[in-house]
């Protein structure tokens, strides 16, 4: 049986991040985003190159595009269409990609969702049950920096049942225009500048880049009593906010012991954090990532009273009055 994660207090442990809104207007959007899927499980479909609308605006790479509607009949097999092609990483199924996006109707030329009006491109991972599988199958082989069209029929969409609340009929093709801004695998490292670590008495992260996981030396001293947080590796993205989520490569071990205690490497793949409900777990983890940069690996040191105190979880190496050191690599913080 799969362990359940530590660190998470919603009964899946850490589950793909489903949508990314947090106003009316996005939860409004969230039935019709593309990580809502219709099937479980759908046939592997025939990739053809067309037919496609044209883009008729907004044509360059992070631009929102304006597509034309769809003339004659969609093809009935899955139209995809590399329309800027990016340098980056290759995109394979499971991985999580970080995407700007337009959806709208073949047969109306109606736009039922997009991201770029929000300013809040998607984190999701193509995988089976977290995103339609026109997406899996569609970005699966492009690589990130790429703007990638897509017509998808019901089969790989929406289904039979459509997705009423966006206006979309089961018989509906959908088509996509998708700006592939990043993609994660669980071998994905930081990449930030290295900061020095000269504190002898706080704990030493190694500072590859290889996607294995880095090293976590606790040194013979006592732990300290107040939070600590401290760059390993330096990033330039955005500051994490209080409320995001943050998509992670992390490894947690205990002071007192230096054991091991929970790990995405060792697990095999990526976590995410949704820091609010990190918040009612280990709080100072939540507090020790506020602020940092994404694309960064950072050290947490967590004092008892914000971590488990005296109700560590049954069974496993963390005892009462633990203190938690964490090496986190951010990815992407949505």
């Known amino acids: ?17 489903a949508a990314c809104g947090d106003d009316k207007d996005d939860k409004a959007s969230d039935s019709a985003s593309p990580s809502a899927p219709a099937t479980s499980a759908v046939p592997a479909p025939k990739i053809v190159d067309g037919p ?20 004659g009949d969609p093809s009935k097999d899955l139209a995809v269409k590399t329309v800027i092609a990016g340098n980056g990483k290759t995109v394979a ?36 049950g977290s995103v339609i599988a026109g997406w899996r199958y569609g970005l699966a082989g492009r690589k990130a920096g790429s703007r990638v069209q897509m017509a998808i029929p019901p089969t790989w969409g929406y289904g039979p049942q459509g997705n009423p609340d966006a206006g979309i009929k089961g018989t509906d093709t959908l088509v996509f225009v998708i700006d592939v801004l990043e993609a994660f695998n669980a071998k994905s490292s930081a990449k930030g500048e290295t900061v020095a670590q000269d504190d002898v008495d706080l704990p030493k992260v190694g500072t590859n880049t290889d996607g294995k996981a880095p090293s976590l030396t606790v040194p013979k001293t006592d732990a300290p009593k107040k939070l600590v947080t401290a760059y390993v590796l ?34 095999g793949q990526l976590s995410q954090f949704a820091l609010p409900q990190m918040e009612q777990v280990v709080k100072g983890l939540a507090q020790g990532l506020v602020g940092k940069k994404v694309g960064s690996r950072v050290l947490v040191v967590v ?17 009462k009055g633990s203190t938690l050191v964490f090496s986190v690599d951010i990815l992407a913080a949505m």
Do not use: H
């Open 93 to 128: 199924e499971n991985d999580f990609v970080v995407a700007n996006y337009l959806g709208q109707i073949w047969a109306t030329g109606k736009p039922f969702d997009n991201s770029y009006d929000k300013k809040k491109p998607l984190l999701i991972q193509l995988a089976e």
């Open 303 to 319: 004092p008892p009273d914000l971590a488990y105190g005296d109700t560590p979880p049954s069974g496993g190496v963390i005892k």
């Open 1 to 17: 049986m799969r362990r359940r994660s530590l660190l998470i207090a919603v009964p899946a442990g850490m589950v793909t991040l």
């Open 234 to 267: 330096e990033g330039d993205g955005a500051e994490v906010k209080a409320e995001q989520t943050v998509l992670c490569q992390f490894k947690g071990v205990v002071w007192d012991s230096g054991k091991e205690f929970e790990s995405s490497y060792r697990q």
């Open 52 to 71: 496609l609308p044209a883009i008729t605006a907004g044509t360059k790479f992070g631009e929102k595009p304006t597509v034309a509607k769809g003339s």
